[in-house]
């Protein structure tokens, strides 16, 4: 595991770093879609480091913050059944939905069950055939294959008992919906690598050539961030808007096909309402007809679901790069990590949460 | 018809009680023969003392003159109750003299209770009560008095012990979280995150097997070492739950200084990197168990580092930062590649990130 030091070593960052201040002539706006690198950026202060003409603003590849309210509260109403152990990642366990959170029904008694990956889920299923375990299968391209690989593993084992409950969302929908906005301020994209290491990068040569705008493969540790957003800045400086990849380590342009095609397999397009940001078509992904048996909506019916939104929040603004979290009037007063008011707030990869816990000091001065 | 006698093999006789179980019964917190024989026959041969041999319902602890007396409590809980490089009787036992040696006094004895479930295996009790007299007379602190409750099958899981103690603080030291003073230098006596990542990867729920053993261990004479070296020590405070961060942002608080610490500094395992990583953990909030964090007058830090590599358990100890008057209350990370972050207290549980 040595590589993570070396992608950390501090000469080689400050080398980028004056590269990026030699190519940095204008003021430019970059966004980084994935959460996992606004929390690396946070973490490792690398926001500091950038010249000023260079503002990162956070995109909305946090699958823990984009998760629609309904499907929180179908994954609380549904963990609340006797019969039911409800399966899911960590993050998603302190999320508020209308009424409390995964936490919540676990200490009322519900059977809530932290794993590490959906296939464990299946094990539980194994092991406890007179239950219905539930996984919560939420995220963007990265999951979808393990999650469907859960489907397909439950159907040969014949398991009867297991089923999902899916959320999954696309990145090249919503990046159409930031860039097709009237609002938008966004001129370079940071692309997440992880996303890019299933679905590979061919996918973003339209966006780039419709919207005009550089899009990198960018990977998580300082080193992949800091050239990342060189060879944007490079790409903007030099007007020459087009799709490059700094993550070749992990991503390759057509990316991991056997993967593709196991979520080909079991998943299709479908239309997904965005936490804080809305309505997008066509930027999720189902189950199919075929597998509609391991769907965990269709087996449980779960009705009358009204959700309702804390008022103040603004993380779809955050979520789309319009706002940065300083300017909610309940940042750290009324919303803070312990008490979430949105879900930007809650998931270590939320812009909010990130910018909580590593730059509140920044901001508090910003203020006085 | 037959009239030869029933054939009478034995005549009428009431099923003797069984005496030897292999598991916890609820007779055996009845408080009569069989908690009796309990304690006679494991706890007492291993934690053996002259106080505790007098059967007294208190123990006594000499008097010292000049100084005073500290308590500490604690209550362990920690599943597996067996992990890589301890279990939970070596946690109880050092857990209080951990706590009692961060006074910069002596420990001089301990108490524990203990909670077992109905049906706990007694060859584990055994297991756990031997680990527990290892530890105390590795740290040279008599175990004086203890209690044993049963509760049946369900309502506990396993063994949970609770531990008291009392130490002696000479006079003339002063030690406390809001002791640190802007000029002071921060130094950790070894590796963080051990404990928190072999508890981890022993529940098997990691999907990955690490080689990292807990660094459960009694600290009173590491502690000790420093102290008979200088008295001008300004805080000690072992990094537990909530793990580094944590510990410093209480003792920012309390001390109502800022705390800087330099990322570079800091002593992580490789492992315990790399696991932390890969998992979305943050080494700095990782609990520990056999660590402590030392803030001493700048001048004294060259002296305080040698004596604690020198020593057991201080073999990695390293500076890691320094205290300054602003930002009052809070910690700040100088991170290895120049950036600047606060470092803030855990919020709740630490969880797992998604991807």
């Known amino acids: ?368 | 018809m037959n009239d030869s006698p029933l054939p009478i093999i034995q005549g009428p006789v009431c099923p003797l009680p069984i005496k030897t179980y292999d598991r916890i019964v609820i007779g055996h917190g009845s408080g009569g023969q069989m908690t009796r024989d309990l304690i006679c026959q494991y706890f007492l041969p291993n934690f053996s003392n002259p106080s505790l041999s007098e059967g007294n319902d208190f123990a006594n602890i000499e008097s010292r003159p000049g100084g005073r007396i500290v308590v500490s409590t604690d209550a362990h809980i920690v599943s597996p109750i067996f992990f890589p490089g301890g279990d939970i009787g070596r946690l109880a036992v050092s857990g209080t003299v951990n706590d009692l040696s961060m006074s910069g006094g002596i420990p001089l004895g301990l108490t524990a209770s203990f909670i077992l479930e109905e049906g706990f295996a007694i060859s584990s009790l055994e297991k756990i009560i031997r680990s527990m007299a290892d530890t105390a007379l590795e740290a040279g602190v008599p175990i004086v008095a203890g209690d044993t409750k049963v509760v049946e099958k369900g309502k506990a899981d396993g063994i949970f012990i609770s531990t008291s103690g009392v130490a002696w603080v000479p006079d003339g030291l002063q030690i406390g979280g809001a002791c640190a003073q802007p000029g002071d230098a921060v130094l950790i006596s070894g590796t963080l995150g051990d404990h928190g990542i072999a508890v981890l990867s022993a529940r098997g729920e990691l999907g990955l097997e690490t080689e990292i053993k807990s660094d459960v261990a009694p600290l009173n004479h590491l502690i000790q070492s420093i102290i008979q070296q200088t008295k001008d020590i300004h805080v000690l405070r072992d990094p537990t739950r909530g793990g580094l961060a944590t510990t410093l942002n209480e003792i920012a608080e309390q001390s109502q200084v800022g705390i800087i610490l330099q990322e570079k500094g800091i002593p992580v395992h490789p492992i315990v990197h790399s696991t932390c990583d890969m998992l979305g953990f943050d080494p700095l909030y990782v609990a520990n168990e056999g660590k402590v964090i030392i803030i001493v007058p700048s001048d004294n830090t060259d002296a305080v580092l040698k004596t604690l590599r020198s020593q057991k358990y201080g073999e990695n100890a390293a500076v890691i930062g320094h205290v300054e008057e602003q930002p009052s209350g809070r910690v700040l990370l100088k991170t290895g590649i120049g950036g600047t972050r606060l470092l803030d207290v855990m919020s709740g549980e630490m969880l797992p990130r998604i991807c």
Request: charged share 20%; hydrophobic share 40%.
């Open chain 1, 1 to 368: 595991m040595r590589y993570l030091e070396e992608f950390r070593d501090a000469e080689l960052v400050q080398n980028i770093l004056s590269k990026i201040n030699r190519t940095v002539k204008h003021p430019w706006v970059i966004m980084e879609i994935c959460g996992g690198q606004t929390h690396s950026i946070m973490q490792h202060g690398i926001d500091q480091l950038l010249p000023a003409e260079i503002e990162l603003v956070h995109g909305p590849g946090c699958p823990v913050c984009v998760t629609s309210l309904e499907l929180v509260d179908k994954a609380l109403s549904i963990a609340s059944r006797p019969n039911v152990i409800f399966c899911s990642f960590g993050d998603m366990l302190r999320v508020p939905g209308s009424q409390g959170d995964l936490f919540s029904v676990k200490a009322a008694g519900g059977h809530v069950r932290i794993v590490y990956s959906p296939l464990d889920a299946v094990k539980i299923a194994q092991q406890n055939p007179d239950k219905e375990v539930v996984f919560f299968a939420i995220g963007f391209e990265t999951t979808a294959p393990a999650n469907a690989m859960s489907v397909l593993y439950a159907q040969s084992l014949g398991l009867r008992n297991y089923s999902i409950l899916v959320s999954h969302v696309t990145v090249p929908p919503a990046m159409h919906a930031i860039l097709g906005s009237s609002t938008n301020r966004v001129q370079g994209f940071l692309a997440a690598g992880h996303v890019c290491s299933v679905m590979g990068y061919h996918q973003y040569h339209s966006i780039s050539q419709k919207y005009n705008i550089p899009i990198v493969v960018t990977g998580f540790e300082p080193l992949d961030l800091l050239n990342g957003i060189l060879m944007t800045v490079e790409l903007l400086e030099a007007g020459t808007p087009k799709v490059q990849n700094a993550y070749s380590r992990v991503v390759s342009e057509a990316g991991n096909i056997p993967a593709q095609a196991m979520i080909k397999r079991v998943f299709q397009d479908c239309d997904r309402n965005w936490r804080g940001i809305g309505f997008i078509p066509q930027s999720g992904w189902e189950l199919r007809p075929e597998y509609s048996r391991f769907d965990a909506e269709k087996r449980f019916e779960v009705e009358n679901i009204q959700t309702r939104e804390s008022e103040i929040c603004i993380s779809g603004q955050i979520l789309q790069g319009i706002k940065k979290p300083y300017q909610c009037p309940a940042f750290g007063k009324m919303c803070t990590p312990q008490n979430p008011l949105g879900a930007t707030m809650v998931s270590s990869e939320g812009t909010c949460a990130a910018y909580y816990r590593y730059a509140r000091l920044e901001m508090e001065e910003h203020h006085e």
